[in-house]
Nanobody
Framework: VQLQASGGGLVRPGGSLRLSCAASGFTLDDYAIGWFRQAPGKKREGVSCFTSGDARIYYADAVKGRFTISRDNAKNTVYPQMNNLEPDDTAVYYC?????????????????????WGRGTLVTVSS
């Protein structure tokens, strides 16, 4: 199981960025897929996730209405779209996967300690 996040960069406040998480060695439908971020000096937090099987989506309150997450099963890739970015969104963003059905729920979000993690991609929001 491998995950590769990409698409990070420098963006101005109010701007948009689309990240990618390419998965290999497993099928997206069989796993919960989580997106996390860790800002400098802060704890890692769950941003969004797909539940396994039915692919329902959770968004953290901090990003609700600004971030959306989609997936292309044919490419085995997940795409977080981040709009109206704010300086507080500056962080390293990670994708993760876990086969457990409880690894993502629409009420609580992604399990903090998923089994498989990709390398992060840095997003910097600054003018």
């Amino acid at each position: 199981v491998q995950l590769q996040a990409s698409g990070g960069g420098l963006v101005r406040p109010g701007g948009s960025l689309r990240l990618s998480c390419a998965a290999s060695g497993f099928t997206l439908d069989d796993y919960a897929i989580g997106w996390f971020r860790q800002a400098p000096g802060k704890k890692r937090e769950g941003v969004s996730c797909f539940t396994s099987g039915d692919a329902r989506i959770y968004y953290a309150d901090a990003v609700k209405g600004r971030f959306t997450i989609s997936r292309d099963n044919a490419k085995n890739t997940v795409y977080p779209q981040m709009n109206n970015l704010e300086p507080d969104d500056t962080a390293v963003y990670y994708c993760a996967a876990d086969k457990a059905p409880w690894a993502c729920t629409v009420t609580v979000g992604p399990l903090g300690e998923m089994d498989h993690w990709g390398r992060g991609t840095l997003v910097t929001v600054s003018s």
